[in-house]
């Protein structure tokens, strides 16, 4: 069987790494390999320019270091492993670029999701990292917004060109991509499987505990791989798990509940009490529904590229629309309590390496540790609001509000672990009234002047609270919480 690898995002080793092994897999047992690399075709914009942090318009020597990343683990995998094949950028011609320029120029943000060739919706395929990247739920598009698009939309194009050549060229009986989603990708695959070629995609496991080191391979994407599962649960359903696959789903369940993975995206479950009627003053006769909403921006992108499909007309339009009829249903119902709980991609989060910066990006206060154990802690923005009154209790709810948000103290007692590198708080006093009588353990580092520690329960509710300390006379404070 001759298999065509369509494999442009090298510099993604996780993802590279394992498909060059079953390319390398299949060519020992006596398959004929075709294995087709980028070659700097998408140096414009790509995925792993996105997973390296470069953002769309960055100058082209940042864009040209992530290429040049991607070209070394090719030739890596290609020496190393023995994989033949042309890199897609030998295969355009300047005809081919010319045709591009000129299919581009025909594209409006009106008409884009009607814009395909050869039956491949290049237009809306295009869309799928720009809407999960920008977390966009609709298609209103500024100026910068478009030309971000457009060099997705270019990428997507050559992909389509590229495919089309070697398609015609080698004849291939499979086709194999990392990811059936990403938008070069799902353009070769689209075209394959309208010329009848099964287009099948490698992925990392499910299990969060263990997803790099197990593997995927099925056929089209993700999401129409899982109905198929699961359309054959009956298959199986009498069949014993063994102890051993058991301690899989807990596992993979303890890294959901404990916040290990950044797949996750929320913190971690917290280890001090938590009562939810008292949280949000629900009466102890109200029943609690919690509706759970997927995430938006994932889901519009995987129905711009036509991935998901639903068999059955949904009951709901939108999520938006179901949540009206729940808020509907249990307002003529006070024996309930509705509570919804957004996905966390709505926010920033961890995945996201977003930072926030509560106290500003020049923060100023000190923290005090005395032999006897004890420590205070103040720490505030630099830029907080005068009182026009001169009178703290007359201040206004405006000045009360950058106040109370732009500043913070604790004070009470402390144990230093050398071994584990911790320092423990106990709090006994905090303007932020909810740690008082709580205790907080701090991962800590000391270099010198700098004393650095990572709160994991910080007063802004979610994320953790990156703190950096320099002692006193030699620089400032700095705390910058981060989701």
Known sequence: MKILFFAPHSALWPHAFPEAIVADALLHHGHE??????????????????????????????????????????????????????????????????????????????????????????????LYQFVIRKKRISLDLDSADWNEYLAELRSTIYAWLAARKLLDLHK??????YNGLYSVNRAACVLAERRGIPAMFLHAGVNLSNRLQTL???????????????????????????????????????????????????????????????????SPD???????????????????????????????????????????????????????RVHPREFPNRRDGKKSEPFGPNPIGTQIYDSSGRFASMVMRSDLPKVASNNRATSTPEESQK?????????????????????????????????????????????????????PSPSTGTGTAEVTLRRAGAATVGASPRR
């Open 33 to 126: 390999i075709v294995y087709a690399s980028c070659g700097e075709l998408f140096q414009q914009y790509c995925v792993p320019m996105s997973a390296a942090g470069v953002k769309p318009g960055e100058p082209i020597e940042r864009r040209q270091a992530v290429c040049n990343t991607c070209e070394r683990y090719d030739r890596l995998l290609r020496q190393g492993l023995g994989l033949k094949g042309p890199t897609m950028r030998s295969l355009l011609v300047a005809g081919d670029l010319v045709e591009t320029d000129a299919m581009l120029s025909t594209v409006t943000a009106q008409s884009l999701r009607e814009f395909e060739r050869d039956g491949v919706p290049l237009g809306r395929i295009a």
């Open 172 to 177: 291939p009986d499979r086709v194999i991509v």
């Open 403 to 455: 106040i109370a948000h732009g500043s913070l103290a604790y004070y009470g007692t402390y144990t230093v672990n050398e071994a584990e590198k911790s320092l423990t708080m106990q709090m006994e006093g905090a303007t932020f009234p909810n740690w008082i009588g709580t205790e907080q353990k701090r991962p800590m580092t000391i270099a010198g002047d700098e004393m650095k520690y990572i709160s």
């Open 286 to 340: 109200q029943k609690i529904l919690v509706a759970t909403l997927g995430s938006y921006d994932e889901e519009v992108a995987a129905e711009m590229v036509g991935a998901r499909v639903f068999k059955k007309v949904p009951l709901f339009k939108t999520q938006a629309a179901w949540i009206a009829v729940l808020v509907e249903f249990v307002s003529r119902r006070p024996e309930n309590f509705l509570i919804v």
């Open 216 to 282: 995927m391979l099925g056929r089209g994407d993700t999401f129409s791989y899982y109905p198929r599962l699961l359309s054959r649960w009956r298959q199986f359903a009498e069949v014993p798990c063994t102890p051993d696959l058991l301690a899989q789903v807990t596992d993979h369940y303890l890294q959901l509940v404990e916040g290990r993975s950044v797949f996750v995206y929320s913190k971690g479950k917290s280890e001090q009490a938590f009562d939810i009627r008292c949280h949000f003053a629900i």
